[in-house]
């Protein structure tokens, strides 16, 4: 099993930024792939960006150009950097990991973009 905690979630003004991180323990040689979703209240989670144990990255096209996956193979842990964020990017974004047939979910952190 492959256990993951987020953190680095908070209260932002648009424009802003923020670095989400992820720490992965557990049977983490097998993980394939990791990636950052989130869920808007009253919206279906979606992805927002994902990265493979090659390196290879993905990204919804409404954060092309803002947001930056990025891993710490070290340290087991993946990051999501965010800037000029916007009110939409409000949302809880969660931590997934994909290993053989499994997938597992961190426990949410919440990302507020307001003035």
């Known amino acids: 099993q492959v256990r993951l905690e987020e953190s680095g979630g908070g209260l932002v003004e648009p424009g802003g930024s923020l670095r989400l991180s992820c720490a992965a323990s557990?049977?983490?040689?097998?993980?394939?792939?990791m990636g950052w979703y989130r869920q808007a209240p009253g919206k279906q989670r979606e992805l927002v960006a994902a990265i493979t144990t090659g390196g290879s990255t993905n990204y919804a096209d409404s954060v092309k150009g803002r947001f930056t996956i990025s891993r710490d193979n070290t340290a087991n842990t993946v990051y999501l950097q965010m800037n000029s964020l916007k009110p939409e990017d409000t949302a809880v974004y969660y931590c997934?990991?994909?290993?053989?047939?499994?997938?597992?979910w961190g426990q949410g952190t919440q990302v507020t973009v307001s003035s």
């Open positions: 557990g049977i983490i040689f097998s993980i394939r792939a």
């Open positions: 997934n990991a994909v290993y053989g047939l499994r997938s597992s």
